[in-house]
């Protein structure tokens, strides 16, 4: 059996690594939920205004005259999000712009309060309004979702490294099963297990490698579980039956 070293591994294309990267629930959970999530965040991101910051207590107030009220496609607290244009003038210049509430109390032709920022007066916006279309809070309820989907992706990311180490530089080797414990995490409705395996490496000393799966019985088809293990760090290890099988031909042509 060869042996590969540091300095010589085995050919691991970017082709299989990308399949032993996708084999996995969490690669799978990582990118769907990082796509829904930041496809989410970013429609969110586009209707909200930074403006609205500049805004407080002190801002300066003039009358203005509601020009157009229009229903939006939002909602807020299940009431529709209204588009307000108005006009207001300012030291003799005239200006416009529009506000969102969610509610509609004005009408057109109506007059409002508006306040806006002393040195860049055409900011501005009614009283007890916002120039965002989508209040700031939504980028709360959004963002968890790409957040948790970047976790998905460093664990994966982390632990797909791993096993493209040891199917690099691994000793190819068999693993005895030990025992089973269930876990409280399931797939698909199906439970997850943490499943035990002995192993024993070329010197006769035993080590237990433990992997966890919602299919355990690709671990239980045979007596001796094939395995790769790192000859540093026998306790290493990966399964092969974890992975594609197009890796286990792989290992197959490389030992």
Avoid: C
Avoid at 99 to 122: G, M, R
């Amino acid at each position: 059996m060869k042996v590969y070293s540091r300095s010589e591994a085995r050919p691991v294309s970017k082709i299989l690594m990308l399949k032993v990267f996708f084999f996995k629930v969490p690669a799978v959970l990582g990118v769907t939920f990082t796509l829904i999530g930041g496809l989410i965040t970013i429609l969110f991101f586009q209707f909200l205004n930074f403006n609205d910051f500049k805004f407080n207590s002190d801002s300066p107030v003039v009358k203005g005259k509601i020009l157009h009220v229009d229903a939006t496609n939002f909602q807020e607290n299940k009431r529709t999000v209204y588009q307000y244009t108005f006009a207001y003038e300012i030291k003799g210049t005239n200006y416009k712009s529009i506000s969102y509430l969610s509610k509609n109390h004005l009408e057109e032709d109506s007059e409002a309060e508006i306040e806006y920022i002393e040195d860049t007066p055409q900011i501005a916006r009614i009283k007890g309004s916002r120039m965002g279309g989508v209040p700031f809070w939504v980028i709360f309820v959004t963002s968890p979702f790409l957040l948790l989907g970047l976790v998905f992706l460093f664990v994966n990311i982390k632990k797909t490294k791993s096993e493209i180490e040891i199917l690099k530089w691994g000793i190819k080797g068999e693993g005895k099963f030990s025992g089973a414990t269930e876990t409280n995490v399931k797939i698909n409705n199906r439970r997850v297990y943490e499943m035990l395996f002995e192993l024993k490496d070329k010197d006769g000393k035993i080590y237990i490698i433990s992997t966890k799966t919602h299919k355990p019985e690709r671990l239980k088809d045979e007596s001796m579980e094939q395995l790769v293990y790192m000859p540093d760090n026998p306790a290493n290890a990966v399964l092969l039956d974890t992975l594609p099988k197009v890796v286990k031909e792989f290992m197959n042509q490389h030992t």
